[in-house]
């Protein structure tokens, strides 16, 4: 066991995609449990900037032990984020770099055991593709759309879905104060998981998402309804994503070119102005963009980082590589990424959450 715990690791860690709270967490979930599983002075950890850009370009730096301190309830991420679509990574562009061939060579000029990308679904196919190249992977789930495939939760959904609902919140009280109806945008622009959660938590009257394309006569009725039994405001929680009936038959490309030469900059603003044509009642939207991303993480999200962070430090030990750490119900536990790569966990349209929502009176827009 000892000439085991002397072997001495090189850790490479990035942070890929859009930033969410939990990133700095999780990174010091997993520094500090290999410290204590494997002894501090047997590992070495290779910070990466600006996720797969960094490592396509070799923007590496050893990193110390103080460099992880006070990070715990930082937002946002402490080495950096951008974002490098999957579908051109095995593309070589006008730069004639082959961005497949670049990240091993950075993987091995810094000699590391492993590397750890933490992020959503993007990351997670390009994390399988390094690993199917011969690189040793581990996966951590962020993401605050919830919509990877394979665990029950990501960390920064919960720490979203607080601020999502303190905005519904405080847009109860001016929409009642004046009589308004108030469309508010929720970011999720292929799974509804945010604005589902953060519509019920908020008490909104009508919730649209991706996966249940609405009727806009629906929606106007369901205001309609609640105005004629006295009810003088309503709150929508749109996902950015949202579809009507006749775009949901659409391909992307022709949905947005309908948009385009409508004028409509997002479907939330399409909305509010069909509601205040149809019904004559005051109609604003309001769109928090990205403060759902931003400040620190919640208690939640915070516990749930480490508790990734740990598990893979634990594979780390382990030498098992290939895998994304998971939540199922109440246990840490791990994915292959080939399972995970290519999949997107989606809200079932008669999933346990839609039917919650539907039997307090929720309306979706489509009955």
Not at 135 to 146: A, E, V
Not at 298 to 322: C, E
Not at 353 to 362: C, D, F, H, P, Q
Request: proline content about 2%; hydrophobic content about 35%.
């Amino acid at each position: 066991m000892a000439s085991f715990l002397l072997k001495k690791r090189r850790i490479g860690i990035l942070t890929s995609g859009g930033d969410c709270p939990g990133l700095n967490a999780t990174i010091r979930g997993v520094v500090k449990a290999c410290y204590q599983l494997m002894g501090e002075e047997n590992i070495e950890i290779v910070g990466i900037s600006d996720g797969f850009y960094g490592l396509i370009r070799n923007h590496c730096t050893l990193m110390k032990p103080t460099d992880f301190y006070g990070i715990l309830t930082r937002g946002g991420t402490i080495l950096g984020s951008r974002r490098t679509p999957y579908k051109k990574m095995q593309i070589v562009e006008n730069d004639n770099i082959d961005k497949v061939k670049q990240m091993k060579e950075t993987y091995r000029e810094w000699n590391l055991d492993c590397l750890l990308t933490l992020g959503g679904n993007g990351t997670h196919k390009t994390a399988n593709l390094l690993s199917e190249e011969g690189l040793n992977i581990i996966g951590l789930p962020k993401t605050i759309d919830n919509d990877i495939w394979g665990t029950s939760v990501t960390f920064g959904f919960h720490t979203a879905v607080d601020i999502g609902t303190d905005v519904i919140d405080r847009i109860h009280t001016t929409a009642h104060s004046h009589s308004r109806i108030m469309v508010v945008e929720i970011m999720g622009n292929k799974a509804g998981w945010l604005t589902l959660y953060t519509g019920i938590a908020g008490g909104a009257d009508i919730i649209l998402i991706p996966e249940i394309p609405f009727n806009m006569d629906c929606v106007i009725k369901a205001i309609q309804n609640r105005a004629d039994s006295g009810k003088h405001f309503s709150i929508l929680a749109v996902a950015e994503g949202a579809l009507d009936i006749t775009e949901a038959g659409m391909k992307k490309k022709e949905r947005l070119q309908k948009r385009t030469e409508a004028g409509e900059v997002t479907i939330t603003s399409r909305v509010a102005k069909q509601v205040q044509e149809a019904t004559g009642y005051e109609t604003r939207a309001v769109v928090p963009g990205h403060m759902l991303r931003g400040g620190s993480p919640s208690a939640y999200d915070r516990v749930l980082s480490t508790k990734f962070g740990a598990r893979a430090a634990t594979l780390i030990q382990k030498d098992k590589f290939g895998y994304t750490v998971a939540l199922s119900g109440d246990e840490i536990t791990e994915n292959h990424l080939s399972d995970v790569a290519m999949k997107t966990k989606f809200v079932a349209p008669e999933g346990k959450e839609v039917v919650t929502a539907r039997n307090i009176g929720i309306s979706f827009g489509d009955k």
